[in-house]
């Protein structure tokens, strides 16, 4: 078999008087379709003694490789093309991208982890009476244990009391009064404080977990904690738990977190649910116990997001918020 | 409660540095935090009794598993009953009344330095010595005393509520305060002198002049003591004590003391005491079942490792048997009642971090499958690009007004904390008017936000509260793209956006129906139907509801998505064609005095009866040059595919006249070519 030498040349030539893109794959077509000189010759390579198959193919395989090169520069090269060629590098038309709001998003780690281990999640109401907001959990009137949550009060003309809830610890009363034993919940949502400075929100986002079972003890709640810390933050935590007061649950803790170099900081209060609590919600204490921890969605977001002014969250500033991905 | 560390550590008798000691007081339970060189305790308010160095050291003692004893020094006193002393105190409110009275005091000097500064980095103001020698006795025992000029008391005193209600009196600063009859207070024979346990009157109140006093030192009932200082906007330093429960078997020593201390600073002729008691409720004892304790915390403790904790916390043991401990609850635990109250103490003092964690437990599998609307309709949201946000839910009357029926009447705050802010918002959109605004000024042109959260009103003996998800798209883009492309976003993309959403969630019979009023929008609005249940509106905003926040056009979208449910059926396959669709247009004049949706539910309605006429749309309309007044064109495309051949001109034109026959007869349309 013959292999012609100019076919590189022949076809540079050609080239050049190409004028349009049409000339152009028809001119690519002659040199490397299906019919060119070169695809044949690979079709005839079989009739050839086997030494000659080889370098015969080592050759045509060159011319090929060449071949392809040319036409693909001079395609980069060609005026007409030049024509039609968009500046890709152009910027893309304008778009939206959406975002979870930060707290959403924390609130939503939070919910995925506990649904994990079968917890229901019940919202409950934010506007609420005194009864499932106060009484209910063993925070008698006239105690001093109130003052620590300042209330909203309703102007209401019915008999009991109406207030914005100053945690979602309602919605565990609600829950224990209608679910069967044994429980596991999660209650998030909004609850209201009467109070506002740089580290205080007059409305802030909570999230409460209570477990009814029975055999519960501290070391079930500990652990719950513990292992549900070191899911969020995805590393192994120095977690210290000590002693505190919350009028529904005995014992009480406050859970701190060794976080960076801030040392010790609070992150969430939880214990064991106190007798009069389940009590009160026709739970027989002698088969159940029950434990309880809840904490701020926006202090954890803050802590995770490295956010320094709780306000930020709920300024609507978008230079703020489109630094959260999706 | 604010102590200075270095009068703590000598207090304590220990060499611990301020940091460790500090950690000491936070692990079992009295979080304290060090203020250069202070440390600031923040006592929870069932702990009343540590309001003070001896309390801080009776718990420090403790958990060092030390004795406590009872070091300070004293003068002893012999405490009389005396009727023209004190002649009576009410039962209800007072436990105990010791007044020491004394008289001829000459050559007071001022507290020593250590003391007084002490007491100023206690936060507590120096006044004059008699009064800064009570109130370094209730920072030392927990007891707060009250120093009354014993010249301007008309003996006897009384301890008892007002008969009389509003009456005023001149409080120690000047201000006049009108004592409600739920008031305890102690009067002498001219009147009021003091409101028990939180304020003394400005008449019998220590001066420079003062050389005859009668020191206070009461049981006050925490019951009948809190929420009274609030009342009168007097948060003392002895009512934060008195509600919280003072020890009512350390008056004595604290007026021992008092006089001890007073000796050392000035010189008199006599002292006396008086008191008059109710002989105290007894505390019943409290019954620890070993096995129950371990089972409840996961421990193993014995009976002697129990003891010890307890007795160490001043629980003496008062009966015991092989599985029971009973114990004795020391006067000043006003907050143990129940048994788990001493697992509390026991943990605490064991120390909650060596109490071992297990592994965490689950919760039953759930039966009940939840609605995932609401979620689903949030991530459809943002993959079309809106940014949630979120908003305090308060709002001003006028908002309210502005973005509510008339009808409905605002859930309204006793104490907000903004006045001109008192109602809950009873809609969504206020909060995100304000935060387009606030971003148009920020540069933005074009903005999609949405926010889900509850909205409140008030019912006829209750308050409603229900959950929208509302959003807003304002696009007014500054700068069209490079291309000059333009981004035009109208009601229609509004309501393509809205169904899409939907469709997402596997929605197909959504129904849209204009309706006269819908708050927050303009005419151009429509509410949304699911099975005819109403689910929302969308709609062009009404710029007047905005209070004149926005001032270009803007639209908007209130879904009430508890009424939300996914559509989760299984999809029903239809078989279908395999043969060639094709299409005819069709230009008909038609009536203003009808609607588009007219024409769309009378063909919706012939589609399945027209044997190969398989869907119809709208692809054009207009009206003006050519088009008699009052009318409008409208080009319609309909689509024919049979499911067994190709069709043939013919078949499909004598379908088209089927369909135009039927527009004639229904519209009176006409045709244009």
Redesign the interface.
């Known amino acids: 078999m013959q292999i012609p030498q100019d076919l590189i040349d022949t076809a540079k030539l050609k080239l050049k008087s190409v004028q349009s893109e049409a000339e152009f794959f028809q001119l690519r077509a002659q040199f490397l379709g299906k019919k060119s000189f070169i695809i044949s010759a690979f079709s005839e390579l079989k009739g050839l003694d086997p030494d000659l198959k080889v370098s015969t193919a080592r050759d045509l395989n060159i011319l090929k490789v060449k071949l392809t090169q040319l036409f693909e520069d001079s395609f980069n090269t060609l005026d007409a093309h030049k024509q039609n060629m968009l500046d890709v590098s ?2 893309e ?9 930060p ?2 998003k924390i609130s939503n780690k939070v919910i995925e982890h506990f649904s994990a ?5 019940f919202s409950g ?3 609420e009476t005194d009864y499932y907001n106060f009484e209910a959990l063993n925070f008698p009137e ?4 109130r ?2 949550h300042d209330t ?7 008999s009991s009391e ?1 207030l ?1 809830r100053t945690h979602t610890s309602n919605t565990q009363i609600h829950s224990m009064l209608e679910e069967s034993m ?4 999660l209650s998030p949502g ?1 609850v209201y404080r ?3 400075d740089n580290t205080h ?3 802030f986002t909570q999230i409460e977990g209570l ?1 009814v ?1 029975v ?6 709640l ?3 904690i ?3 810390l070191e899911n969020f933050f995805n590393e192994r935590m120095d977690v ?6 919350f009028p529904f649950t ?5 859970v701190d977190i060794k976080f960076g170099n801030r040392g010790w900081l609070e992150i969430l209060g939880c214990g ?1 649910v ?3 609590v389940l009590q009160g919600c026709n739970i027989d204490t002698n088969t159940y ?1 029950g434990f309880a921890f809840g904490m701020g969605v926006e202090r954890l977001a803050m802590l995770y997001y490295g956010v320094n002014d709780i306000r930020d ?7 703020f ?2 630094q959260f991905k ?1 | 409660m604010n102590i200075s560390y270095a009068y703590l550590k000598d207090f304590l008798n220990t060499r611990l540095s301020q940091k460790k000691l500090a950690e000491v007081f936070t692990k079992v339970g009295f979080e304290c935090e060090i203020n250069k060189s202070i440390i600031e305790f923040d006592i929870t308010p069932n702990r009343g009794d540590v309001l003070s160095l001896r309390g801080l050291q009776r718990e420090f003692n403790a958990f060092q598993l030390k004795n406590f004893k009872n070091s300070l020094k004293v003068t002893k006193l012999n405490f009389k009953k005396d009727r023209s002393v004190i002649n009576q105190i009410d039962k209800k409110g007072c436990g105990n009344y010791h007044l020491l009275l004394i008289r001829g005091l000459s050559k007071i000097k001022k507290l020593d330095a250590k003391k007084s500064k002490f007491l100023t980095a206690a936060g507590i103001p120096l006044i004059n010595p008699l009064v800064d020698l009570g109130n370094y006795v209730m920072l030392e025992i927990g007891a707060p005393m009250h120093v009354f000029d014993l010249s301007k008391l008309a003996l006897p005193i009384n301890v008892t509520f007002p008969k009389l209600n509003d009456v005023p009196v001149r409080v120690i600063g000047g201000d006049i305060k009108n004592i409600k009859n739920s008031a305890l207070t102690i009067q002498d024979q001219a009147g009021i002198q003091a409101i028990a346990g939180i304020i003394g009157s400005e008449e019998s109140s220590v001066s420079k002049r003062t050389s005859n006093i009668a020191v206070e030192a009461a049981f006050f009932k925490p019951e009948k003591i809190v929420n009274q200082a609030r009342k009168y906007g007097l948060a003392t330093d002895a009512s934060h004590r008195f509600e919280r429960g003072v020890d009512p078997k350390i008056q004595k020593l604290a007026l021992e003391r008092y006089l001890f201390l007073l000796s050392e600073i000035a010189s008199f002729n006599k002292a006396e005491c008086f008191f008059s008691e109710h002989s105290p409720k007894s505390t019943k004892p409290i019954n620890l079942s070993i096995e129950r304790f371990n089972s409840f915390s996961g421990l193993g403790l014995e009976a002697k490792d129990i003891k010890k904790i307890l007795q160490h916390l001043g629980f003496d043991l008062f009966a015991e048997t092989s599985k029971y401990l009973k114990f004795n609850v020391p006067s000043h635990r006003f907050d143990m009642q129940i048994e788990e109250d001493l697992y509390e103490e026991l943990l605490r003092c064991y120390g909650y971090d060596n109490i071992p964690a297990n592994k965490p437990k689950s919760g039953p599998k759930k039966t009940r499958i939840s609605n995932n609307s609401l979620s689903k309709l949030r991530l459809g949201l943002i993959y079309a690009g809106f940014k949630e946000l979120m908003h305090m839910p308060f709002v001003s009357p006028e908002t309210y007004a502005s973005l509510n029926s008339h009808s409905l009447v605002p859930a309204e705050l006793i104490n907000p904390i903004n006045e001109n802010e008192s109602l809950m918002r009873g809609s969504l959109f206020g909060g995100l008017f304000s935060a387009i605004n606030l971003n148009i000024k920020k540069g933005y042109a074009s903005i999609k936000i949405f926010e889900l959260g509850n909205v409140f009103n008030k019912t006829k003996d209750s308050f409603s509260q229900d959950t929208h998800l509302s959003g807003l798209i304002y696009h007014h883009e500054l700068k069209k793209n490079w291309g000059s492309k333009e981004f035009l976003y109208d009601f229609f993309s509004l309501k393509s956006e809205i169904i899409k959403l939907l469709e997402t969630l596997g929605i197909t019979d959504i129904q849209f129906k204009q309706s006269s009023i819908i708050n927050a929008f303009s005419s151009n609005a429509l509410n949304i139907y699911i099975s005819n249940k109403h689910i929302g509106s969308i709609g062009e905003i009404n710029l007047l509801a905005t209070q004149k926040v926005l001032k270009k056009p803007c639209y908007g979208f209130e879904l009430y998505p508890e009424r939300i449910f996914e559509d989760i059926s299984n999809t029903k396959l239809c078989t279908f064609s395999k043969f060639p669709s094709s299409s005819r247009d069709l230009n008909i004049i038609i009536d203003k005095s009808f609607v588009y949706k007219d024409v769309d539910d009378k063909l919706s309605q012939i589609t399945n009866k027209i044997k190969n006429l398989k869907a119809f749309t709208l692809i054009n309309i207009f009206e003006g040059k050519g088009i008699p007044d009052g009318s409008i064109s409208m080009t319609l495309r309909f689509i024919f595919q049979s499911s067994s051949k190709s069709l043939l001109d013919a078949e499909i034109s004598s379908e088209m006249e089927q369909v135009s026959l039927v527009l004639k007869k229904n519209f009176k349309v006409s045709f244009r070519a």
């Open positions: 152009l910027p038309d304008p778009y939206h991208l959406g975002s979870e709001h707290i959403s281990l079968n917890y229901q999640i109401n934010e506007i006239n105690h001093p244990a003052q620590m909203f009060y309703l102007n209401s003309d019915a109406f914005l044994p429980l596991y919940m909004r009467c109070d506002s929100l007059p409305m477990v079972d055999d519960l003890n501290f070391g079930d500990k652990g719950t513990i292992d549900f210290r738990f000590r002693p505190s007061y005995e014992p009480s803790a406050e064991m106190h007798p009069n116990r969250f709920y300024s609507s500033n978008l230079d918020l489109n999706p």
